[in-house]
C-alpha cells in the first residue's frame, strides 16, 4: 500500500511561492509509478485501515493535531483537482473512503482498478490542460491588441508600463524586483507587494518569458507580460496554484540591478 509519507512527499504547499527561477517541476520516480498524484490519493483513499469519525467539525475551532489532519485532507483534495470530479462522482470517492476506512469488503476489486483510475486521471488531466490552453490563447491574443502591446517571436506579449532610466539588464546579472503573476482570469497566484518585500532572481534562471522579459528592460522601469504555457510551467504547472497548461500575466517592476561578473580578460 502506498504510505502517506509518499503523497506529503510529492505534495507542492499552496502557500510555497511561484518563484519563476524553479521553472518546471519534475515528477520523481514514485510519481511515474502510479501515474500522478490523484492516482496515488487514489490508492490512499481505497487502501487505508482504520475508523472514520462523521463529527461535524468543519467550522469547529482545531487543536494543532487537528490541524494537521485537516491539511493532511486538504493536500489529497488539491491532489484530486485535476479529475474535476462533479459532486456526484466526488460522492462516490468519499463512499470508497469511508467504506475502507470502516474495514468493510470494497465493493470493486480496487487492484484491478488500478489501471482505470489510471486512464482516468490521464483523460481528464488532457481535458483539462486542453481548456486551459484554449482559454489561454484567447487571452493572450486579446492582450496583443493593447495599446503599446508587442508579441514577440517566441509568443509572449510584452508591454512596457513606464520605461527606465538605469542600466540594462544583461543575462549574467541578479535582479531585484517586484511583481504580480496572475491567471488569466485575475487570479493572483504570487505577489511580491502582498509579501511586502522584493525578490532577487538570477536572470540565468528565470522562466524563459521572464527572461526575456528583463532583457528588455532598465532599472526603474516596470513591464506587464503575458506568457503562453510554453514559456512558463508548461503542461506540468505548479498545482495547486499554477494550474496544468496556463497562460500566466505578470506585473514586473525592476528595482535593482547587480554588476555582471567581470570577465577573465578585463
Known amino acids: 500500500m502506498i504510505q502517506i509519507s509518499q ?55 482545531m487543536n494543532e493535531e487537528q ?17 474535476e470530479l462533479t459532486a456526484e462522482e466526488q460522492q462516490f470517492v468519499l463512499d470508497g473512503f469511508k467504506e475502507a476506512a ?27 490542460i486542453e481548456q486551459q490552453r484554449e482559454r489561454g490563447a484567447a487571452y493572450l491574443a486579446q492582450q496583443a491588441t493593447q495599446s503599446g502591446a508587442v508579441k514577440t517571436t517566441s509568443g509572449m506579449v510584452y508591454r512596457e508600463v513606464s520605461p527606465g532610466k538605469g542600466r540594462a ?21 504570487d505577489s511580491s507587494r502582498k509579501r511586502g518585500k522584493p525578490t532577487e532572481f538570477r536572470v540565468n534562471g528565470v522562466i524563459a518569458c ?6 528588455q528592460m532598465k532599472v526603474g522601469g516596470r513591464s506587464h507580460i503575458v506568457c503562453p504555457p510554453d514559456l512558463a510551467y508548461g503542461d506540468g504547472g505548479s498545482p495547486p496554484a499554477i494550474p496544468r497548461g496556463a497562460t500566466l500575466a505578470f506585473d514586473i517592476e525592476l528595482i535593482e540591478v547587480s554588476k555582471p561578473a567581470a570577465s577573465s580578460g578585463s
Open 7 to 61: 503523497i506529503i512527499k510529492l505534495h507542492i504547499k499552496s502557500g510555497e511561492a511561484l518563484r519563476p527561477d524553479l521553472g518546471h517541476r519534475s515528477a520523481t520516480g514514485v510519481y511515474r509509478r502510479y501515474g500522478g498524484l490523484p492516482a496515488l490519493a487514489l490508492v490512499m483513499l481505497c487502501g487505508c485501515s482504520g475508523s472514520a469519525s462523521d463529527a461535524a467539525t468543519a467550522k469547529a475551532p
Open 169 to 189: 539588464v544583461v543575462e549574467t546579472d541578479t535582479v531585484t524586483v517586484h511583481y504580480e503573476g496572475t491567471l488569466p482570469d485575475g487570479t493572483i497566484v
Open 67 to 83: 490541524q494537521t489532519l485537516y491539511a493532511l485532507g486538504a493536500a489529497m483534495a488539491n491532489n484530486l483537482r485535476d479529475l
Open 102 to 128: 470502516a474495514g468493510e469488503e470494497p465493493r470493486v476489486d480496487v487492484t484491478a482498478f488500478m489501471p482505470k483510475i489510471q486512464a482516468l486521471h490521464y483523460q481528464r488531466q488532457a481535458r483539462a
Open 210 to 215: 521572464w527572461k526575456e522579459a528583463l532583457l
